[in-house]
């Protein structure tokens, strides 16, 4: 079956530490997208990328970094600069770049503590 | 910028009765799309209904339907004849060059 795959599902950090969360896709999709969840704050944009070699900040992304060197893959770096990482973070994509029309498909999300 | 709003943190229904979830939007655009997503305790964000702007007639899916007003930019959410398995978050998003998510609306649904 098709779909988003975000790994690990729990990952705890610790101070002055480096953490990667995984992203991957199967669906052939163009765009891909990183969203930070808060409670009562929604889903905030960290980054997204809307072609391979390429990605654009969203609302959100200091402390994070991240790399598109292949299509199916979008991993997302919580680096120690990120002071507050706590949080639920979701990976979604995007079948076109500008298909604004169709919905995104989500994983199932990492949720990150820190120790 | 665009925004948009979720006014209800909190919503309750018994079950098999009607609930409206409110979403109000903030846009200068005039061609744009809606949607609704449902995320249960499961954390995974299912599509439940999407509007196109352009569209007057309301969007229906089952027991999930819209009450699309542009002039007024609101986007309501109907689920009718509840059931348990509706409990969850629902959000409201608007999308026209890029996605915009409410900051949800979650729903129990009583017994």
């Known amino acids: 079956d098709g779909g988003i795959t975000q790994s690990p599902k729990y990952l705890f950090r610790k101070e002055g530490q480096n953490v990667t969360l995984s992203c991957e896709q199967n669906?052939?999709?163009?765009?891909m997208y990183w969203y930070r969840q808060d409670p009562g704050q929604g889903l905030r944009l960290i980054y997204y990328s809307q072609i391979v070699n390429d990605f654009q900040k969203g609302d959100i992304a200091e402390g994070y970094s991240v790399s598109r060197e292949k299509k199916e893959s979008f991993p997302l770096t919580v680096t120690s600069a990120q002071k507050n990482p706590t949080a639920f973070y979701l990976c979604a994509s995007l079948r076109q770049a500008e298909g604004f029309n169709q919905p995104q498909h989500f994983g199932d999300g990492t949720r990150l503590s820190i120790l | 910028a665009q925004t948009v709003t979720q006014s209800q943190p909190e919503m309750s229904v018994q079950e098999a009765e009607t609930v409206t979830l409110s979403c109000t939007y903030d846009t200068s655009e005039s061609d744009y799309y809606l949607f609704w997503y449902k995320q249960p305790p499961s954390r995974q964000m299912i599509l439940v209904i999407r509007q196109e702007a352009y569209k007057q007639q309301n969007a229906t899916e089952n027991r999930f339907s819209v009450n699309f007003q542009k002039a007024a930019k609101s986007f309501s959410l109907k689920i009718s004849d509840s059931q348990l398995g509706d409990a969850a978050m629902y959000f409201c998003?608007?999308?026209?060059?890029?996605?915009?998510f409410g900051t949800g609306t979650s729903l129990t649904v009583i017994p």
């Open positions: 669906l052939n999709h163009d765009a």
């Open positions: 998003a608007y999308s026209s060059n890029q996605f915009y």
